[in-house]
């Protein structure tokens, strides 16, 4: 059973424009949601992270978007360029028999071209 | 400051083989895991650890055993290689519910 589904698989968008990334989760419990960034070759690194008190968090370009009534979270990078193309994997996180033990998405590949 | 850092980077191994593969983080969490990245699958958990010597099974453990003897350390053993194991395994580490650090990883090819 996959606990956090990610959508879409992978994404092609030009230079400028807003790809968006989505998540669902099931687990009521989770209350931590990272995105990770990763580049071919490297591991995953954080991206930015939302606590389920807020709606929305932004980070220079990227935002996520958070709807707990929904169990969605998204990512909006906006004004995307080549160097934000990487894989990008949103992740959950909760307490569950006392141990907070991340669940990742499947990953979106993502191209920006010039 | 290291953070997380695996050995081997990359292996070759016939079917049958064992290897071990070892994770060390100089940040002092408690937390550890190992996954596999496969394409079109993400990371799946294989095993994880919530302090020194203690281990739990994740997603997909079959074939795999790990050992937490200090809390810096974490390995991953495979006792008898498979093709199906041909993978990149990643260790990543936390103090619990935030951000995980993650290694570069290792490519293993099961031939």
């Known amino acids: 059973q996959q606990q956090v589904k990610q959508s879409p698989q992978s994404l092609i968008v030009q230079k400028g424009g807003i790809p968006i990334i989505n998540c669902a989760y099931e687990n009521t419990a989770f209350d931590y949601f990272p995105w990770y960034q990763q580049f071919p070759g490297k591991g995953p690194a954080l991206l930015i992270a939302?606590?389920?008190?807020?709606s929305e968090k932004k980070e220079g370009r990227f935002t996520i978007s958070f709807n707990k009534s929904a169990k969605q979270f998204s990512l909006h990078i906006m004004d995307s360029q080549p160097g934000d193309s990487a894989t990008y994997f949103c992740?959950?996180?909760?307490?569950?028999?006392?141990?907070?033990?991340?669940?990742f998405g499947r990953g979106t590949s993502l191209i920006v071209h010039p | 400051n290291a953070g997380v850092t695996q050995t081997p980077k990359f292996r070759v191994l016939k079917t049958g083989q064992s290897m071990t593969l070892l994770c060390a983080q100089d940040m002092n969490h408690e937390y550890m895991y190992w996954y596999r990245q496969d394409p079109g699958m993400g990371l799946r958990l294989i095993h994880y650890?919530?302090?020194?010597?203690?281990?739990a099974k994740g997603e997909v453990p079959d074939g795999y055993n790990v050992s937490r003897l200090k809390k810096q350390n974490f390995l991953l053993g495979l006792e008898s290689a498979a093709p199906s194991q041909t993978s990149v395994y990643f260790c990543a580490s936390s103090y619990r519910h935030t951000e995980a650090f993650f290694g570069q990883g290792t490519r293993l090819t099961v031939v």
């Open positions: 650890s919530v302090g020194e010597g203690t281990t």
């Open positions: 939302i606590r389920p008190d807020v």
């Open positions: 992740a959950a996180s909760g307490p569950s028999g006392g141990s907070y033990i991340p669940t």
